[in-house]
């Protein structure tokens, strides 16, 4: 049919254009992000790129509901600016003619937005949850980066070298400040290697001295030395503790407390609020001459933060005892999809709601 095909077609490029856009947009600020965790020692620099793909692949299914609401909209919106919606209505299609063909189009993307929920996103916190984890218990052995000030495993050391050891070549201009008890010391060296003696890492330091202060009775001790062992500490591998993020859904329902099932709640909202907000932007498409021309994008786009607010407000209220799981998810959402319905049938069928008073009798 021409009409469904034309809807389609329409949709396929808005949404194709709109998508390509809001992916540049927060792909650019993870990486602002990402950059920055980096830089204070949050996660490994090398694995910027890897923790990037898998912080969008784990958002990946807002971008798609967002996506779909706003090329939904811009879509309905121009039949209205450029009259089309006059011919198709003049040929018998109200607009509940238009959910058809919507519909056709939106339900392969609220299928890979439930696969995306429900199974890409646990596993992308997973992927990250164990960067972050191996990065921050790395040993001391790692954690000596040349030209950066990094902290041991433990806390109470700082290192700092100026040039990496190149094919077995010495660092150049080690600093070493650690704090034990009440004494603090500050080590440096022209040069030093890393080796292993009798099992155990050892950071090797050669023409140096060595200041130790006390904070007992404010003595100090300056040492030369020509050589200096400084052991390094290796931090234990753990396990690390997944949060509810990164529980698979299924874990989820099994564990059944407050926490898990407020993330339950999450998702199946979040599945829910593509088909409320497809809906929604069937029911509310239309155009106001004086307006501006991006004014329906950024209603969409208030329209969204709103809708996706309440449902973070949701999942905080059921993990802190306040509101049922399963009684939240269909207050909140079953009342927005009647609401929708009855607006989408209001329009459709030309309802007024208009208060007239009674008229007096003579």
Known sequence: MLFHSSIRQELMRTFSATLVVLVTVVLTMMLIRTLGLAS?????????????GYTLLGNLHIILTLSLFLSV??????????SEMVIWISSGVGLMGFLR????????VWLLIAFLVFWVWPWT?????????????????????PGLFQSSASGNRV???????????????????????????VTSARSGRLTE???????????????????????????????LDTRIDTAPRLTPQYTAQAMTSADLWRQH????????AWRLGLVWSAVNLC????????????????????????????????????????????????????????????GTLALLAARNGHWHWRWRPARRRA
């Open 40 to 52: 204070k020692g949050v996660v490994n620099p090398s694995e910027v790129s890897l923790i990037l």
């Open 73 to 82: 909209g811009a879509c309905l919106s121009r039949q209205f600016r450029d």
């Open 101 to 108: 063909p919507v519909l056709r189009f939106s339900w392969p």
């Open 125 to 145: 916190h997973q992927q990250n949850q164990e960067l972050r984890e191996r990065y921050r218990q790395r040993g001391d052995l790692e954690r000596v980066a």
């Open 159 to 185: 290192f700092f070298i100026d040039k990496n050891t190149v094919d077995g070549q010495p660092a150049r201009n080690v600093f070493i400040s650690s704090q034990e008890a009440q004494r603090r010391t």
């Open 197 to 227: 003696i009798e099992g155990e890492r050892f950071l090797v330091l050669e023409n140096g001295q060595q200041l130790e202060l006390s904070e007992k009775d404010s003595s100090a001790r300056l040492v030369e030395f020509q050589r």
């Open 257 to 264: 407390d407050r926490y898990a099932l407020a993330e339950l």
């Open 279 to 338: 809906l929604l932007a069937v029911a509310a498409a239309r155009v106001n001459p004086r307006s501006a021309r991006g004014g329906q994008i950024l209603l969409g786009i208030f329209t969204f933060i709103v809708y996706f607010n309440l449902i973070n407000l949701g999942q905080s209220w059921i993990a802190n005892g306040k509101s049922d799981w399963l009684g939240h998810v269909f207050a909140l959402h079953g009342s927005i999809t009647l």
